[in-house]
Every structure is written in structure tokens, then in C-alpha cells.
T-cell receptor, first 109, second 113 residues
């Protein structure tokens, strides 16, 4: 099955600063999904990437998939308290999603 | 649409008791997934259904776990007998067309004493 490694495990950022989360796979990624989870709640879909070199943005969040399709990054510009939570990457693994361990983001005012 | 609905939101039970978790997927979705989330193991897929038929149950921990989907709008995950190590948050998710964007329910937090 697909194994994903996320880094960092957690990070603390000052409000207004940028942050980047990475997701790395040992296998080619045929579909890479980014989700966000707030404590005690379900996962919320953010973005999905499929093509090498693809980049998508929504509001202040940008996700990229590298050309080799083995690494993805999630970048948040000018972070806000609403960006706090756990970010998980998930990989298309034969009709299933395999998830990374998640990155916990704390935004300090 | 109300999204994926799960019940109960919290369940506290004693070891040995039967536990039933319920899920109502988004109307029209043909795939339904059951996940378990723990600090130690993260988010792991237990089983998924396509058009009410179980496709892959390789993630089900052991025979104490069973899942059913009697119709397109309802699924259950049952644990009998429950054990303390089953304590986790159980999520249900649904999608249209398989691995495509999955919509998650709010989860059921299960505590087995």
C-alpha cells in the first residue's frame, strides 16, 4: 500500500507568517489529496492534484505536486487563526485513500 | 445536502459490550468508507463499499468487527465484543466514483472502559 511521510509533524507560526507542509511518497502519486481536520471534527477536503507539476490555489492555500509525482507541498500565505488544525495528505491507493500521519498547525496571535 | 451523518457522536461503553456505529452517506454517492483514527496509528481504512457491496475489508482488525450496508442510505459498523484497544474516533466517508473526493462525517468518538 501507499505510504506517505509528512513533515513537519507539527509547527507553530505567528499570525501573518507563511508556512509550508510537505508530503512525500516512495511511489508515484496518481492522485494526491489534501484535507484539513479540526479537533473533534471530520476531515474537510481542500485540494486534489494529479498531474506532475500541477499547482492549485484556494484563497491563501496553495498546493503543488512535483514533476516526478512523488512529493507534494501545501503552502499557506499570511496565516490566520482559522488556518489552525491538522493537515493530512492522502494518496490514491487502488480505489482507497492512504493517509499520512498529519501535520498539526498552531497559529499564534 | 446535510453531508455525511454519523451517530452517535460519542459512545462510552464497557469492555465486552456490543457497539453499533451508524452512518448515512450523502445522497447519490455510490462509495462508502469506514475509517478509524488513533494517535498511534493515524487514520486507517477499515472497509469500503461500492453500491452497497463490501469491496475491501482487509483493514478490519479482527472478527469482532463487522460492517453492513443494507441500502444506499445507511451503513453500520459493529464491534462485538468491544475491548479497550478499540477506543478511537471512527469516521464514515462517502464519495461519487471511488477514490474521488471523499466527504467525511463528524466521527464517533468511542471509549471502551
Amino acid at each position: 500500500s501507499q505510504e506517505l511521510e509528512q513533515s513537519p509533524q507539527s509547527l507553530i507560526v505567528q499570525e501573518g507568517k507563511n508556512l509550508t507542509i510537505n508530503c512525500t511518497s516512495s511511489k508515484t502519486l496518481y492522485g494526491l489529496y489534501w484535507y484539513k481536520q479540526k479537533y473533534g471534527e471530520g476531515l474537510i477536503f481542500l485540494m486534489m492534484l494529479q498531474k506532475g507539476g500541477e499547482e492549485k490555489s484556494h484563497e491563501k492555500i496553495t498546493a503543488k505536486l512535483d514533476e516526478k509525482k512523488q512529493q507534494s507541498s501545501l503552502h499557506i500565505t499570511a496565516s490566520q487563526p482559522s488556518h489552525a488544525g491538522i493537515y493530512l495528505c492522502g494518496a490514491d491507493d487502488d480505489y482507497k485513500l492512504s493517509f499520512g500521519a498529519g501535520t498539526t498547525v498552531t497559529v499564534r496571535a | 445536502d446535510a453531508g455525511v451523518i454519523q451517530s452517535p457522536r460519542h459512545e462510552v461503553t464497557e469492555m465486552g459490550q456490543e457497539v453499533t456505529l451508524r452512518c448515512k452517506p450523502i445522497s447519490g454517492h455510490d462509495y462508502l468508507f469506514w475509517y478509524r483514527q488513533t494517535m498511534m496509528r493515524g487514520l486507517e481504512l477499515l472497509i469500503y463499499f461500492n453500491n452497497n457491496v463490501p469491496i475491501d475489508d482487509s483493514g478490519m482488525p479482527e472478527d469482532r468487527f463487522s460492517a453492513k450496508m443494507p441500502n444506499a442510505s445507511f451503513s453500520t459498523l459493529k464491534i462485538q465484543p468491544s475491548e479497550p484497544r478499540d477506543s478511537a474516533v471512527y469516521f464514515c466517508a462517502s464519495s461519487l466514483g471511488g477514490v474521488d473526493t471523499q466527504y467525511f462525517g463528524p466521527g464517533t468518538r468511542l471509549t471502551v472502559l
